[in-house]
């Protein structure tokens, strides 16, 4: 079936460091969305990109998506405590009758 | 507005009992997702439904099984309950499948 692999499986950054997670795919998606869960808590969609070569950005964070539309990555610039989580991509593949296929999630750790 | 509303938010049950789970998604939205997630685990997608029909639905056994009312209101029950059924329960609704979904705080359900 449709796989979407996200590393890494952790992160550990000083304050004030920068953090990135990338998501890949075997085969084209229509679209990648991405979300964040901070411990004990539910997963807040962040943001959803559609387009080929895709960048947004939502203040310190910076969303990207491949040319290919095989990739996406998550960027944070100059990580807070208010940064930590776990950012899950999640891609939907045309021909899985679009079903939203999940990463396994990096979890960012703030070191003390 | 509401957000997503999962009931009850905690459950304990026997091994062998079944369970009913109950999502009201947002008003307006007619797309509910369900997902079980682990501690450490990732989210396990269990289905997917719009309009009453179910759309895509996970690896899981028979023993998990879903619907949607006319109201979009969603349920999940799991018969015969096994130890390694004990998880968070998530529900996520959206306005259509294309966009991002708001989930609601998860039913944490313990099989002893």
């Known amino acids: 079936g449709q796989q979407v692999m996200q590393i890494p499986q952790y992160q550990h950054v000083q304050e004030g460091e920068d953090f990135t997670t990338y998501c890949n795919s075997s085969?084209?998606?229509?679209?990648i969305q991405w979300y964040k869960q901070r411990p004990g808590g539910h997963p807040v969609f962040l943001i959803q990109l559609v387009k080929s070569g895709e960048v947004k950005k939502q203040k310190r964070l910076t969303f990207q998506f491949g040319e290919a539309k095989k990739n996406s990555s998550l960027h944070i610039t100059a990580t807070q405590t208010t940064d930590v989580g776990t950012y899950f991509c999640?891609?939907?593949?045309?021909?899985?009758?679009?079903?939203?296929?999940w990463g396994a999630g990096t979890k960012l750790i703030i070191k003390p | 507005k509401a957000g997503v509303t999962q009931t009850p938010r905690y459950l304990i049950k026997t091994r062998g009992q079944q369970v009913t789970l109950s999502c009201s998604p947002i008003?307006?939205?007619?797309?509910v997702s369900w997902y079980q997630q682990t501690p450490g685990q990732g989210l396990q997608f269990l289905f997917e439904y719009f309009s009453e029909t179910q759309r895509n639905k996970g690896n899981f056994p028979g023993r998990f099984s879903g619907r949607q009312f006319s109201n979009s209101r969603s349920e999940m029950n799991v018969s015969t309950l096994e130890l390694g059924d004990s998880a968070l329960y998530l529900c996520?609704?959206?306005?259509?499948?294309?966009?991002?979904?708001?989930f609601g705080s998860g039913t944490r359900l313990t099989v002893v």
């Open positions: 999640a891609g939907r593949f045309m021909d899985s009758n679009y079903q939203l296929i």
């Open positions: 085969t084209t998606l229509s679209n």
């Open positions: 996520a609704s959206s306005p259509r499948t294309v966009y991002g979904y708001t």
């Open positions: 008003s307006g939205h007619r797309s």
